[in-house]
């Protein structure tokens, strides 16, 4: 009983631990913080659903090499997990480096920098922009819009171009 208990202890730390670390990963990559929940999320989901499909896959994997490929148990084995921590590195980094949502009226960071910017160059302040002074409520909807498409064209491209998997 003890040690159920102190397993359950240990693994709600090492929980929280991932939870701070992930936030200082994203803090370092020049992402604005958001919530301690919203980051417990994308972290528990990462855990139960992301890495239970990789651990699936890699089983598929090593099937399908040793038994339909032929190849030795060992190295069906090594091949695997190298798939998997492949796959597990590239989606956590993935995660890491997705742009922030749900702040500022769930217009992401790099959409909200992108409108900042035409903002200061129109000469209206961020709380002008919000308050519906310096441009009306649905131009400042379509800049951010526009600056999202542009953010996800090139960053879907770029996804496109450097996916190995």
């Keep these: 009983m003890f040690s159920l208990l102190t ?19 994203r803090r370092k990559r020049g992402h604005s913080d958001r919530a301690f929940s919203d980051d417990a999320h994308e972290i528990a989901r990462f855990d139960l659903i992301t890495l239970t499909y ?9 099937i399908f090499l040793s038994f339909i490929a032929g190849v030795p148990l060992g190295w069906s084995i090594a091949v695997s997990i190298a798939v998997g921590v492949a796959w597990g590195v590239w989606q956590y980094m993935r ?9 500022h009226h769930h217009v992401s960071r790099p959409a909200r ?12 302040s961020r709380g002008a922009c919000r308050s519906g002074q310096g441009k009306s409520a649905r131009d400042w909807a379509k800049a951010s819009a ?8 090139k960053f879907g491209a770029f996804a496109d171009e450097h996916s190995t998997l």
Excluded at 95 to 103: E, H, K, M
């Design 95 to 103: 995660l890491v480096d997705r742009p922030t949502r749900g702040s």
């Design 54 to 62: 990789i651990g699936l896959a890699s089983v598929a994997v090593m």
């Design 7 to 25: 397993d359950f202890v240990v693994a709600i730390f090492e929980f929280i631990v991932d939870v701070v670390l992930f936030r200082r990963q």
């Design 146 to 153: 526009q600056a999202w498409n542009e953010f996800d064209t």
């Design 113 to 124: 920098c992108l409108h900042d910017l035409a903002s200061r160059h129109e000469g209206i």
